[in-house]
């Protein structure tokens, strides 16, 4: 089994500062790709950030310049700096990590963490 594990929401006002974790664990043999999603209401579930094993980075334009993803592969966590935070950043936020299981050693599946709540104030 393999669970996504995240923390570091809550409640900022607007140009603060926030930063999330998402810590994988279990009959884990290697992690492709980790990204971080979120969804506020009412609203389909958006791609924010996305980092590859080797360190590629990409973001939504609607985050550039103020969100940061990193990983960190020896404790199979990926984190995401939020900073300037805005009141349309309100979501609740997941990780999402392509991960190869130790039974097949091969192939990725898709595993989701249950969600963190960031709520920024105006």
């Known amino acids: 089994q393999v669970q996504l594990v995240e923390s570091g929401g809550g409640l900022v006002q607007a140009g603060g500062s926030l930063r999330l974790s998402c810590a994988a664990s279990g009959s884990i043999f290697s992690i492709n790709a980790m990204d971080w999603y979120r969804q506020a209401p009412g609203k389909q579930r958006e791609l924010v950030a996305a980092i590859t094993l080797g360190g590629n980075t990409s973001y939504a334009d609607s985050v550039k310049g103020r969100f940061t993803i990193s990983r960190d592969n020896a404790k199979n966590t990926v984190y995401l700096q939020m900073n300037s935070l805005k009141p349309e950043d309100t979501a609740v936020y997941y990780c999402?990590?392509?991960?190869?299981?130790?039974?097949?050693?091969?192939?990725?599946?898709?595993?989701w963490g249950q969600g963190t709540q960031v709520t920024v104030s105006s």
């Open positions: 999402n990590a392509k991960i190869v299981v130790v039974a097949t050693k091969k192939g990725s599946y898709d595993y």
